[in-house]
């Protein structure tokens, strides 16, 4: 293996059950000390590829690639399996102390005494738990529960750490402690992860790169912040947040600037796409400022219009504004707007959003 | 009335001045039922395990079959082992009828089934996931079904309770094939249903309270276990 040879490379993987395809993905690179989240709503294949890499489901066709060597044709399994760990989204904690927990992996290699003592003192404090060492695992709550099937994964000091949405049965609070002792534990040790979420909060946080997923097949890769700005099709858009999206089509382009036709109205965007191009145009609901008067006229590049309010729903610090027409449909309000502004259902407001906020898919890409 | 507190009387006597006769048919019990639920734990733990986590076609069936064999008649076995092991049967060879061996490959045929489904049942209400995740953790086969042996240790306990309570309390095989053969092959059970028949009730008496407190001794020892380790 060279150095900048990827540390697990997945080639024209392929999974079914009862004859149809529960995985299907051409090619996907894994890069040595990498945070990988794999995105996509239930049932998308997420798991499935994680037991896949796991070593504990057998493809039907392709390859799994770990540091130049398929991992199914093995002569011993047992030596792939004992590089990895993998956290599930079940602690699955056994009917032990929390210390004998997080030692089992070290007693199945057969770790010697005085290491094992000393790798599970590490790990019982990375995930700070040590006052916890001597409680049976039952008498747990579910974070301390997550962070001991941690600490265990961690313990092995794994090459590959497979998480499977390890935050999804944590409360809020919870979560928010968990995750930021799991980020200071994975840059730290930076050990190659690849992270089974649906939450994009989570995946956009930790990860380096986003596999985002849909029926077992992948719908992009990128870093978060590419996937966010530019989502490859409406499917991937909608799935990291963008609320707002229209069918359109491109009226006329001049100078990178177009002229797009969405829902009967008229906006502008930015771009480079030939008059007549169908599109699907995406506008999150963050990027939209509603005001009661008419924003300031003249500003190249930005659109208004004026709609009026259908619905709205508080959600905390914010509120979502959802507006009677076709394009956009929804705005999030911050706290600070909404004393500016009448909020009233039937109320007629402007909804005003720079053309460089306008996300443009061209057609070619949709369905991809 | 008389005839229900003379027993109990002359019961109690034998049993504080530890009769000879009583001790070693006891002790006998104790061997042949202890020796039948070893064999029975080894066999019937480790296809139950094995059985509980594997997928193969005519599992279905065979876990039937296993079901059924919870609730063979000791009857039956005795035929069967009696049949076998007969002068000029299949194992005739071994010259081992009416002898304590004899009893023990009955009672362990009793007992297997009975350990084998509630092991089996044991491992399956474990979690699923639990066999994937000890393998993610590096476990070999082997590994893993030690640590799920000993996660299902609680209803693991109640297997050899009921495999053991099966076979101490069985007369129809350990009569048939180990014939009652007094200071050899005479147990609890056996000699219950020789004395009752004879009309000594006394010596029944004392040999059914034997029995009982027998049962209830292991049963109380196991169950201390299980409930120490109750999940609070």
Same mark, same amino acid.
């Given at each position: 293996?060279?150095?900048?040879?990827?540390?697990?490379?997945?080639?024209?993987?392929?999974?079914?059950?009862?004859?149809?395809?529960?995985?299907?993905?051409?090619?996907?690179?894994?890069?040595?000390?990498?945070?990988?989240?794999?995105?996509?709503?239930?049932?998308?294949?997420?798991?499935?590829?994680?037991?896949?890499?796991?070593?504990?489901?057998?493809?039907?066709?392709?390859?799994?690639?770990?540091?130049?060597?398929?991992?199914?044709?093995?002569?011993?399994?047992?030596?792939?399996?004992?590089?990895?760990?993998?956290?599930?989204?079940?602690?699955?904690?056994?009917?032990?102390?929390?210390?004998?927990?997080?030692?089992?992996?070290?007693?199945?290699?057969?770790?010697?005494?005085?290491?094992?003592?000393?790798?599970?003192?590490?790990?019982?404090?990375?995930?700070?738990?040590?006052?916890?060492?001597?409680?049976?695992?039952?008498?747990?709550?579910?974070?301390?529960?997550?962070?001991?099937?941690?600490?265990?994964?961690?313990?092995?000091?794994?090459?590959?750490?497979?998480?499977?949405?390890?935050?999804?049965?944590?409360?809020?609070?919870?979560?928010?402690?968990?995750?930021?002792?799991?980020?200071? !534990? #994975?840059?730290?040790?930076?050990?190659? *992860?690849?992270?089974?979420?649906?939450? $994009?909060? =989570?995946?956009?946080? &930790? /990860?380096?790169?986003?596999?985002?997923?849909?029926?077992?097949?992948?719908?992009?890769?990128?870093?978060?912040?590419?996937?966010?700005?530019?989502?490859?099709?409406?499917?991937?858009?909608?799935?990291?947040?963008?609320?707002?999206?229209?069918?359109?089509?491109?009226?006329?382009?001049?100078?990178?600037?177009?002229?797009?036709?969405?829902?009967?109205?008229?906006?502008? !965007? #930015?771009?480079?796409?030939?008059?007549? *191009?169908?599109?699907?145009?995406?506008? $999150?609901? =963050?990027?939209?400022? &509603? /005001?009661?008067?008419?924003?300031?006229?003249?500003?190249?590049?930005?659109?208004?219009?004026?709609?009026?309010?259908?619905?709205?729903?508080?959600?905390?610090?914010?509120?979502?504004?959802?507006?009677?027409?076709?394009?956009?449909?929804?705005?999030?309000?911050?706290?600070?707007?909404?004393?500016?502004?009448?909020?009233?259902?039937?109320?007629?407001?402007?909804?005003?959003?720079?053309?460089?906020?306008?996300?443009?898919?061209?057609?070619?890409?949709?369905?991809? | 009335?008389?005839?229900?507190?003379?027993?109990?009387?002359?019961?109690?006597?034998?049993?504080?001045?530890?009769?000879?006769?009583?001790?070693?048919?006891?002790?006998?019990?104790?061997?042949?039922?202890?020796?039948?639920?070893?064999?029975?734990?080894?066999?019937?733990?480790?296809?139950?395990?094995?059985?509980?986590?594997?997928?193969?076609?005519?599992?279905?069936?065979?876990?039937?079959?296993?079901?059924?064999?919870?609730?063979?008649?000791?009857?039956?076995?005795?035929?069967?082992?009696?049949?076998?092991?007969?002068?000029?049967?299949?194992?005739?060879?071994?010259?081992?009828?009416?002898?304590?061996?004899?009893?023990?490959?009955?009672?362990?045929?009793?007992?297997?089934?009975?350990?084998?489904?509630?092991?089996?049942?044991?491992?399956?209400?474990?979690?699923?996931?639990?066999?994937?995740?000890?393998?993610?953790?590096?476990?070999?086969?082997?590994?893993?079904?030690?640590?799920?042996?000993?996660?299902?240790?609680?209803?693991?306990?109640?297997?050899?309770?009921?495999?053991?309570?099966?076979?101490?309390?069985?007369?129809?095989?350990?009569?048939?094939?180990?014939?009652?053969?007094?200071?050899?092959?005479?147990?609890?059970?056996?000699?219950?249903?020789?004395?009752?028949?004879?009309?000594?009730?006394?010596?029944?008496?004392?040999?059914?309270?034997?029995?009982?407190?027998?049962?209830?001794?292991?049963?109380?020892?196991?169950?201390?276990?299980?409930?120490?380790?109750?999940?609070?």
């Amino acid at each position: 293996m060279k150095a900048e040879d990827p540390l697990l490379q997945i080639i024209g993987l392929t999974l079914e059950r009862q004859r149809s395809f529960l995985l299907q993905i051409p090619r996907l690179f894994i890069q040595q000390g990498e945070i990988l989240s794999l995105i996509g709503p239930n049932g998308c294949g997420k798991t499935t590829l994680l037991m896949a890499l796991a070593g504990l489901l057998r493809p039907r066709s392709g390859q799994i690639i770990f540091k130049g060597e398929p991992i199914h044709r093995l002569p011993n399994p047992l030596t792939y399996r004992r590089r990895i760990a993998m956290v599930f989204q079940e602690s699955l904690l056994l009917n032990t102390t929390v210390w004998d927990n997080v030692s089992v992996g070290l007693k199945f290699r057969g770790v010697r005494k005085s290491l094992l003592r000393e790798k599970v003192m590490e790990n019982l404090e990375r995930f700070h738990i040590t006052h916890l060492s001597r409680r049976l695992a039952r008498t747990l709550s579910g974070g301390e529960a997550q962070r001991t099937s941690l600490a265990r994964a961690f313990a092995v000091e794994p090459e590959i750490l497979l998480l499977d949405e390890p935050f999804s049965s944590l409360d809020l609070p919870s979560t928010e402690a968990l995750m930021e002792d799991l980020e200071t !534990a #994975l840059r730290e040790t930076r050990t190659t *992860t690849v992270f089974a979420t649906h939450n $994009r909060t =989570e995946a956009l946080r &930790l /990860s380096d790169r986003m596999v985002v997923m849909n029926s077992g097949k992948i719908r992009q890769i990128g870093t978060p912040g590419h996937v966010m700005n530019h989502p490859a099709d409406p499917f991937v858009a909608s799935f990291v947040g963008v609320e707002n999206i229209s069918p359109g089509r491109v009226l006329a382009c001049k100078h990178n600037r177009l002229i797009i036709s969405v829902a009967g109205q008229e906006i502008e !965007a #930015l771009g480079d796409l030939p008059a007549g *191009t169908e599109v699907t145009v995406c506008l $999150r609901p =963050e990027k939209i400022f &509603l /005001s009661a008067a008419r924003p300031l006229q003249g500003s190249i590049g930005f659109n208004a219009l004026k709609m009026p309010i259908r619905r709205m729903v508080f959600v905390g610090s914010y509120a979502r504004v959802y507006l009677d027409g076709l394009f956009p449909r929804v705005a999030i309000l911050d706290h600070r707007e909404m004393p500016t502004l009448p909020l009233e259902t039937g109320q007629m407001v402007w909804a005003s959003f720079a053309a460089a906020s306008v996300q443009l898919i061209a057609s070619e890409n949709m369905g991809a | 009335m008389d005839l229900i507190l003379e027993g109990l009387q002359k019961a109690f006597w034998l049993l504080v001045t530890l009769d000879s006769e009583v001790l070693g048919i006891t002790w006998l019990s104790l061997k042949v039922s202890g020796t039948a639920t070893l064999i029975s734990l080894v066999i019937g733990v480790s296809c139950g395990v094995w059985i509980g986590f594997s997928d193969f076609p005519g599992r279905r069936f065979l876990v039937s079959m296993i079901n059924t064999g919870m609730g063979l008649p000791p009857v039956v076995v005795g035929l069967l082992v009696t049949i076998f092991l007969w002068r000029n049967g299949p194992l005739g060879f071994l010259g081992i009828l009416y002898s304590p061996a004899a009893m023990i490959i009955a009672q362990a045929i009793i007992a297997t089934p009975i350990v084998m489904g509630i092991s089996l049942a044991a491992i399956q209400q474990l979690p699923k996931k639990l066999e994937l995740q000890l393998l993610a953790l590096g476990a070999t086969k082997a590994q893993m079904a030690w640590m799920l042996v000993k996660e299902a240790r609680l209803p693991l306990l109640a297997a050899v309770m009921a495999g053991f309570g099966g076979v101490i309390s069985e007369v129809g095989a350990s009569m048939m094939v180990g014939g009652n053969i007094m200071g050899y092959s005479r147990v609890l059970t056996t000699a219950t249903v020789m004395e009752t028949s004879k009309g000594n009730f006394d010596m029944a008496i004392a040999l059914s309270t034997i029995l009982l407190l027998l049962a209830y001794l292991v049963t109380l020892i196991l169950t201390s276990i299980q409930q120490r380790e109750r999940p609070r």
